[in-house]
């Protein structure tokens, strides 16, 4: 069974970073983009930034580039997402989701998603 | 950048009912689009990719179709377990360009 697990809730304050994990199991690690994608609570979903486990290639949202970071540890079939400088407006649920097969068109498909973890920014 | 709008935003519907749910990107994305399910407090769940390829596992009653810029995600016969919020999202043209529609919620009529 494909499953991607991923780190617990998170409080931090603001001007801090958070980093948070998905261990992903069931598949070959390194044949599927890893994504990262926020929900802030009310709203919708925005896609943040991917990374390509085969080579670490990462590809980043315009309004977020700068302050997020995003690896991936094939030792441990782990991928890590990091935010730097968090405000208020950070406060969402942050999930990874596996992309279709890399080479594939269904690379921005996210066939499968982690559970979410919830990050609040607060003083 | 593309947009993806959804109609309507919000539907109340009965348990049997046929609900039809639309979503129009901005400019041409042949068939790049995806449906997802989300109920609350969890992850969301692809349930049509390609505009009209069922994943696996996901019922028959739910069924997807369009291309271009019109879209049409369809419930056959809405079932208690249906009532969510749906989302369309484009995978024409990315990453760069906004990939989510804002979203749908069905609510028991």
């Known amino acids: 069974e494909v499953q991607l697990v991923q780190s617990g809730a998170e409080v931090k304050k603001p001007g801090a970073t958070v980093k948070i994990s998905c261990q992903v199991s069931?598949?070959?690690?390194?044949?599927?983009?890893i994504h990262w994608l926020q929900q802030a609570p009310g709203k919708g979903l925005e896609w943040l930034g991917l990374v390509d486990p085969e080579n670490g290639e990462t590809i980043y949202a315009e309004e977020i580039q700068g302050r997020i970071s995003i690896t991936a540890d094939t030792s441990t079939d782990t991928a890590y997402m990091d935010l730097s400088s968090l405000r208020s407006e950070d406060t969402a649920v942050y999930y990874c989701?596996?992309?279709?097969?890399?080479?594939?068109?269904?690379?921005?498909?996210?066939?499968?998603w982690g559970q979410g973890t919830k990050v609040t920014v607060s003083s | 950048d593309i947009q993806m709008t959804q109609s309507p935003s919000s539907l109340s519907a009965s348990v049997g009912d046929r609900v039809t749910i639309t979503c129009r990107a901005s400019?041409?994305?042949?068939?790049?689009l995806n449906w997802y399910q989300q109920k609350p407090g969890k992850a969301p769940k692809l349930l049509i990719y390609?505009?009209?390829s069922l994943q696996s596992g996901v019922p028959s009653r739910f069924s997807g179709s369009g291309s271009g810029t019109d879209f049409t995600l369809t419930i056959s016969s809405l079932q208690p377990e249906d009532f969510a919020t749906y989302y369309c999202q484009q995978s024409y043209k990315t990453p760069r360009s906004k990939t989510f529609g804002q979203g749908t919620k069905v609510e028991i009529k």
């Open positions: 400019q041409r994305i042949s068939s790049y």
């Open positions: 390609g505009a009209s």
């Open positions: 069931g598949y070959t690690f390194t044949d599927h983009y």
């Open positions: 989701a596996r992309g279709g097969v890399v080479g594939t068109t269904t690379i921005f498909t996210f066939q499968i």
